[in-house]
Structures are given as C-alpha cells and as structure tokens.
C-alpha cells in the first residue's frame, strides 16, 4: 500500500533553516507529482509546494517563494522540503502528499519556529 514518510521537523529559530523529507513508497514514485502541504493551528490545510513526476517543474505558494525549494531524487523514491529564513508563521505540521489513486497524505512532521 502507499505509505508517506515525513521526517526532519522539529524546533528552530526565525530566520534559521530545515530541510524536511518524505520517503515514499507502494507506487510508481517516478509517474506522480509530489507536494508539501502545512496545516497551522485552527487553519485550513494550504499547498506549500509542488513538483512534476520529472521534477522539471515546481511551484511555491507565494508566502515561502524565495524561502522554501521543493525538490525530489526519483532514485531514491524521495522527496525533500529545504526551508529557510523561518518565520514564526511557518509554524505547522507539514505533510507530503501523492496524486496516486486519488491522493494519499504522510502522517505529519511538526515544524516550530520561535525564539
């Protein structure tokens, strides 16, 4: 079955740096476009960024273009989120996601940016 692993959240201070990844498996990883999302308390979930199957393609939500890269290594069946220059509304729970089937989200990673 699909399975989404995210990984690399965790604690930070504005204006430091993470780098968040997703391990995918159960699908073709390679056919698929991959995004990010983040889910901030008492908010709706909102697309961070997006990346074609190839990966010659990305987009990023305007409140982390020039801050946030998505990016992906099809041979390694990974994703990766490199965040920086945090702001403390960045603070969310970030999830991967895959078109496949309908769509399939990851279980969530905590990013928390504070002094």
């Known amino acids: 079955q699909v399975q989404l692993v995210e990984s690399g959240g965790g604690l930070v201070q504005p204006g430091g740096s993470l780098r968040l990844s997703c391990a995918a498996s159960?699908?073709?990883?390679?056919?698929?476009?991959m995004s990010w999302y983040r889910q901030a308390p008492g908010k709706e979930r909102e697309l961070v960024a997006f990346i074609t199957a190839a990966g010659g393609s990305t987009k990023h939500a305007d409140s982390v273009q020039g801050r946030f890269r998505i990016s992906r290594d099809n041979a390694k069946n990974m994703v990766y989120l490199q965040m920086n220059s945090l702001k403390p509304e960045d603070t969310a729970v970030y999830y991967c996601?895959?078109?496949?089937?309908?769509?399939?989200w990851g279980q969530g990673t905590q990013v928390t940016v504070s002094s």
């Open positions: 159960g699908f073709i990883f390679s056919s698929y476009p």
């Open positions: 996601r895959t078109e496949f089937r309908g769509g399939s």
